[in-house]
């Protein structure tokens, strides 16, 4: 299969920026323990919509900006022939700069005097990749389909 027939059907990318910005969220969830002590804070996403449907779940506290969703959806009336992973990314860069939010970059490891690193750009933690496959019949779709099944990836 050429690549070019691989596209991406979702993803899931957050980036923490050093610079504080405006925050983007539909609110925040408090959880609490059973002594009343709040244990964590966190941020509902934005449900950001285009047009046709399509629509991403966008949040910023501020530093951290988080975006999933179907790139290869968005302002599209279908998807069947998607985006590329750089594609999906440059759209993605779009939609938070209409909203004023920072871009998701490539970044850099840190190496830290205690010997521990972390990354400095986007990091995704998750990536549909998806192939429109023509079988020519239905019973060529099922052995495709059941092979598949026996494929670890």
Known sequence: MAS???????????QYHDIPHPA??????TTIDENGD??????I???YSGEHGSNLQISSDGNLVQVS???SRWNRSENYHGLSLDQAKTVINKILESVNLPAFTEG???QHTDGTQNYSGAQFSRIDMTANIKT??????????????TQEY
């Open 45 to 47: 996403p934005k449900s």
């Open 136 to 149: 020519g019949s239905k019973s060529n779709a099922a052995a495709y389909l059941q092979y598949q099944q």
């Open 4 to 14: 070019e027939q691989i596209f991406c059907d979702w993803l899931t990318v957050s």
């Open 38 to 43: 709040i244990t964590q804070i966190s941020h």
């Open 24 to 29: 983007f969220n539909a609110g925040t969830k």
């Open 69 to 71: 969703g179907n790139p």
């Open 108 to 110: 850099e490891i840190l």
